[in-house]
């Protein structure tokens, strides 16, 4: 443990009662937090400042409110913040944050160094026992985030092989500091955070969620001592653990109406033909002893065949943003598609494709392997990695939320994953693995966002990402992992900016 013990009872009492009122806060107006605008986030900032005793907004709830720099002709100015950091993880069975400083004026990064989590990563099963998948070694989105909400200045990340998630202080731009690393369920592989509460979406076997509360001031994570077993179909015959990641759970995340999302690729987690299994949207009630009940598990198919739900977002009116890997004609080499579904929280189970107005329109992503998806609410741009594809969709969202796809190409990367937005809405950050390049060489790449959706190159990083040659060599000594390489994928991306 790395926690400054002084004054002990009196932070104890206050962060005890400041996690009460978190608590109660969050159970408060749940009925009413409709949208996820900038108003309601503004609102949930400011009662929880309340309880916390600060006046500085989170990065979260005053995106909504902060006006853009003037790089952008679609921008105005805006105050500068003290500091700016943007996180990903090495995802190595020592695993580590790698941390850069962020310039908020060019949006480029300089890469300052390593902190260990204390724990492992590794890789998911690639369909038919193909080779280690470390061009997306988790397929989840959400493996390391920074929590969102008042003084707590908290970086959650995974680390898979250990069953674990540590938990870091944010000191300033260049430094972090490991609080301590918790036990999850098996193979976790998102977190989810909102107003102190934590949920850990584990992936082996039936799938897990594990939950937590996140005590300010200090980070510290306490369990609530429960485990949920995701309510899944039973294996089908191409059943392995841990399972397919086209088959396995993507992600974890608050609706607008305070329950949690899940999305499962495949219920069943196995069968090795992503076409074969309808993926599902699960909805989970939390109660207020905070477990999780009441789960409303829909399936989405088209035509029969799966559509392999991976991860979403919300647009400011609280309508879900889902992209699915398979699009309307079935088949995994006919694009990702960007579903807009309206009132997430009231599907009761029932195909979104098959309810009038919930279903509000859709776009196909026109590249292949479309997972990871972000939006920008100052120019209501939706931007999509194409994995396979090798690209950076976007789309644009009309007032009546009809969807278009823009550009298939707004962007050209090797393997992305994961992406992250600037505060202001100026910058996207995109992790590229850079696997199936003949560098093998992983970088972040900066854009400045467009107003017309496009995206304009500011920089492509390499410094402090191992490629692969020097990851085996790292991993020497070494358990193989599941699937039988000791090369693993790099994972996660994430931004904190202190205001």
């Not at 592989?189 to 509360?213: H, M, N």
């Not at 699009?327 to 195909?351: K, M, P, T």
């Not at 050209?412 to 600037?422: H, I």
């Not at 693995?433 to 966002?449: A, L, N």
């Amino acid at each position: 443990m790395y926690v400054d013990r002084s004054n002990a009872i009196l932070i104890a009492v206050v962060a005890l009662g400041s996690v009460a009122g978190l608590l109660a806060g969050f159970f408060t107006g749940r009925s009413t937090y409709r949208k996820r605008s900038s108003v309601s986030s503004g609102n949930n900032v400011a009662a929880l400042n309340a309880v916390v005793g600060n006046a500085a907004a989170s990065s979260a709830g005053a995106a909504g409110r902060r006006s853009k720099s003037s790089k952008s002709p679609c921008s105005t100015q805006q105050s500068e913040p003290a500091f700016s950091t943007v996180y990903t993880m090495t995802n190595q069975p020592n695993n580590e944050i790698l941390i850069y400083k962020r310039n908020v004026n060019t949006g480029k990064l300089s890469f300052v160094k390593r902190v260990a989590t204390e724990g492992a990563g590794t890789n998911l099963i690639s369909p038919g026992g193909g080779p280690n998948p470390v061009d997306d070694p988790l397929a989840s989105t959400g493996s390391i985030i920074v929590t969102g909400e008042g003084s707590q200045k908290c970086l959650l990340a995974v680390n898979s092989a250990s069953n674990s998630v540590s938990s870091f202080q944010i000191k300033s731009a260049t430094e972090l500091e490991l609080v301590d690393t918790y036990d999850t369920g098996d193979f976790p592989v998102s977190i989810a955070e909102r107003k102190g509460l934590v949920y850990v979406l584990g992936v082996e076997g039936s799938g897990s969620i594990a939950g937590f509360t996140l005590l300010p001031f200090t980070c510290e994570l306490s369990s609530l001592r429960f485990e949920l077993v995701l309510n899944q179909d039973v294996p089908g015959p191409g059943f392995v653990d841990p399972p397919v990641l086209t088959a396995s759970p993507a992600q974890v995340g608050f609706t607008p109406e305070n329950n949690l999302l899940v999305t499962i690729k495949q219920n069943g987690g196995g069968d090795p033909d992503p076409d074969m299994q309808a993926g599902s949207l699960n909805v989970y009630r939390i109660d207020d002893d905070l477990t999780l009940t009441d789960l409303d598990q829909t399936s989405l198919t088209t035509n029969g065949l799966g559509t392999v739900p991976f991860s979403f977002t919300f647009d400011d009116d609280g309508n879900l943003l889902l992209l699915e890997v398979i699009g309307a004609d079935g088949s995994f080499d006919g694009g990702g598609q960007l579903d807009v579904i309206a009132n997430v929280d009231d599907l009761n189970g029932e195909n979104p494709t098959f309810q009038n107005g919930n279903l509000l329109s859709e776009a196909n992503a026109d590249s292949v392997a479309t997972c990871w998806v972000k939006y920008n609410p100052k120019t209501s741009c939706v931007y999509a990695t194409n994995n396979i594809g090798n690209s950076i969709s976007s789309f644009h969202l009309s007032e009546t939320k009809e969807v278009t796809l823009v550009s298939n190409e707004a962007a050209l990367l090797n393997a992305p994953l994961d992406m992250v937005l600037s505060p202001d809405f100026q910058y996207l950050y995109a992790l590229s693995t850079g696997h199936t390049d003949e560098s093998e060489q992983p970088q972040i790449f900066v854009y400045e966002m467009q107003c017309d959706c496009g995206l304009k190159i500011v920089q492509n990083i390499e410094d402090g990402l191992p490629d692969e040659d020097t990851r085996a060599a790292e991993n020497t000594g070494y358990i193989m992992n599941a699937s039988g390489s000791l090369v693993n994928g790099i994972a996660g991306l994430a931004l904190y900016e202190e205001s």
